[in-house]
């Protein structure tokens, strides 16, 4: 008998449930940054331990915020639009336990652009039409863009607190107008309003400067008087074939095997080219190698072999002479299609 009960106690020992444990809040950040700059509307991560639990509950200035993802030591938030800017605490609440007030500033606005991996710093995530931008695909000068961000303040119409910003008509614009720059250069801002079908988050559409310099350049997003600068862009050369005329000159052949081509690029476009960039050689006959190739300056992104140039005069005097070496063992017969990018 006394077994029997021992391991009834046993048993009712092993099921009991588990006590909840109050949260405990260890920081609140923006969203998209991971910085503590934060505003009314803006989506916020907060991280802490217990988080998570039965009739969960987080509150900024006592005034209920959207929970959009939970865990135990994670979660993320909208904050209120109608939440006042200064100083504040947020709370989490859950199975009757409450955090200890976590205190927290709110500013006008919090600008923050989204990377591509989520870490809030590195390469940003922008898209060229439905191409993200990249690394092994990089935006060019001039291109138009288009990406997202937190923290730009209210809109018109205003948006409501939880509820995803509807399709258009009409455009969600904010009522603030922010400033883009890539690598110091003034982007032309076309459209910053909240992105149709999110929650809290905003797009900005853009036209990259014609001079913004090659390379992974930081991209500064600044509204009223906060800005951020966590985020890069990579960015190729332009592409200016339809900008230029290519001549050929006559294929000739010093000694067996090797051949020579002499080739002038002149702008007829009316408009300065940037001096320095590549011709790229695309569909070169299978058979023939160019031996003096490369440079540092505008390489071709698809492995076609290219060298670098440079454009010397002004105007529609501007040109740019190169000489191909090539070797070719076969036919001696070589063709090939041209790239023309300018950095």
Known sequence: MKTRVHFLLLSAVSAAPLLAQAPTISGVVNG??????????????IFGSNLSGNNLEVTLHGVQCPVIYTSATQLNIQLPWQAPTGAGHVTVSHDGLSSTPFSVTLT????????????????GYFTSGSNAIS?????????????????????????VTGVDTPEPPPLYTTLATPSLTVGGKSTTLLFSGLAPGLLATDQLNFTLAPNTPVGTPTVTLKVGSLSTSLITIPIG????????????????????????QTVTIQNTSGQKINAKGSLILTGLTSSAQLTNGGGTLCPSSDGSPYKSIEFTGTGSAQTATTTLDFTDSSTGTIAYGQRVLSQ
């Open 32 to 45: 998209f940054s991971y910085t503590t700059q934060i505003s009314p509307g803006v989506l916020a991560t």
């Open 108 to 123: 006008a606005y919090s600008p923050a652009l989204i990377s591509s991996d989520g870490s809030g710093t590195g390469v």
């Open 135 to 159: 690394t092994t695909n990089p935006a060019n000068a001039g291109d138009v863009l288009t990406t997202v961000a937190v923290g730009l303040g209210d809109s018109t119409p205003a948006s």
């Open 237 to 260: 050369c332009l592409d200016v074939t339809t900008s230029v005329s290519v001549s050929l000159g006559p294929l000739k052949h010093p000694s067996a095997g090797k051949y020579t």
